[in-house]
């Protein structure tokens, strides 16, 4: 999962990051010989260090050693393959063994395709760039399912998706989740004096800069509708959810969008905020949760975040 979508018109593989994991480096120059012409190449010489990595910055293909001290290459892909931000990257192995056991937990575990050592240059570039074409194919096909027309930020369906997934990631890695809504205020008022056209422009406005506050890979953005906004934002607690929900209302409200019949002059935003513990809440309570506060908020006088106690 991305928390930027970038809606690819056209198959440009040449700004492809590879992520190849090995414990010996001469494997990893090897293969960085073989690709590094076409595509942008980053190394790992440990699972530990691949996780961290693709937490950071997640590449678009993973070569993956299967045998590797410490954490195996399928220890390493089964914790990629459990993380929201990581799940959906492709991930080929490339392994010395010839054991049918080793090449069927390789599958089961999520792999999309092994290559033996000693590396063939021509088979390596080929499955490289198949999986990649497959890839940018599925996103593509995803931006035009999961992309709101108007502001380019996930619409409702991927919310509703992906809220489900958030649920048994928060169980399974026994982390808090976090989830925000953001509601312009009097966006009624806004339409009424200036026309739709103008409330449209204000919504794509608000759109960017909620996506600019979302630092990490894992967070994300989607409108529900009208000038409702959620933000996700996994393995969050209370006082991160906080410190987010108000760098956006401070942003928005910074942007100074003229807004005559609000209080405070511009267009501005209320936020709900909930958090989800682990295993005690379920997604459905969640958004109760912030519906609830998102409320508090609007009658509290708008331009404000509402929140839960914090412990
Ligand atoms: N420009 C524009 N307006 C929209 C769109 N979708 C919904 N709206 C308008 O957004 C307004 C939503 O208003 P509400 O959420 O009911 O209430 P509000 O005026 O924002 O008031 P509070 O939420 O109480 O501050 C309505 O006027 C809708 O017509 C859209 O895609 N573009």
């Not at 021509?122 to 194919?137: E, S």
């Not at 910074?254 to 809440?281: D, N, R, Y």
């Not at 506060?293 to 914090?310: D, P, V």
Request: with cysteine; proline share 3%.
């Amino acid at each position: 999962m991305i928390n930027k979508i970038d809606v690819k018109t056209e198959l440009n593989l040449a700004n492809s990051t590879i992520l190849v994991v090995d414990d010996q480096p001469i494997n990893i120059k090897i293969v960085d010989k073989i690709l590094s012409s076409e595509y942008k190449i980053v190394a790992a010489t440990s699972g530990d260090q691949a996780i961290e990595l693709c937490n950071k910055n997640p590449p678009d293909l993973i070569l993956l050693d299967v045998v590797m001290p410490y954490m195996s290459g399928i220890e390493t892909c089964v914790i990629l393959k459990q993380r929201l931000s990581t799940a959906e990257i492709p991930i080929i192995f490339v392994t010395s063994c010839e054991q049918q056991d080793e090449e069927e937990a390789c599958w089961e575990n999520g792999g999309v395709d092994f290559i033996n050592k000693p590396i063939k240059p021509t088979t390596l570039k080929n499955r490289v760039k198949a999986h990649l074409t497959l890839k940018y194919q599925r996103d593509m096909l995803s931006s035009l399912v999961f992309i709101d027309y108007l502001t380019k930020v996930y619409n409702r369906r991927y919310f509703e998706e992906h809220i489900t997934k958030l649920e048994n990631s928060s169980n399974r890695e026994k982390q808090d989740s976090a989830l925000l809504l953001v509601d312009i205020d009097n966006f009624k008022l806004f339409n009424d004096v200036y026309g739709h056209i103008r409330g449209d422009i204000s919504l794509k406005q608000v759109a960017v800069r909620i996506q600019d506050t979302l630092m990490r890979p894992s967070d994300f953005v989607a409108r529900l509708g009208g000038g409702i906004f959620a933000v996700i934002l996994p393995n969050t607690e209370l006082i991160g959810a906080i410190s987010v929900g108000e760098k956006i209302r401070r942003t928005v409200l910074a942007e100074e969008i003229a807004h005559p019949k609000s209080s405070v002059k511009f267009l501005s935003v209320s936020v709900g905020i909930s958090t989800v513990f682990t295993a005690q809440q379920n997604m459905v309570t969640l958004l109760d949760d912030a519906e609830n506060y998102l409320r508090h908020a609007k009658q509290s006088g708008r331009n404000i975040c509402k929140h839960g106690q914090l412990v």
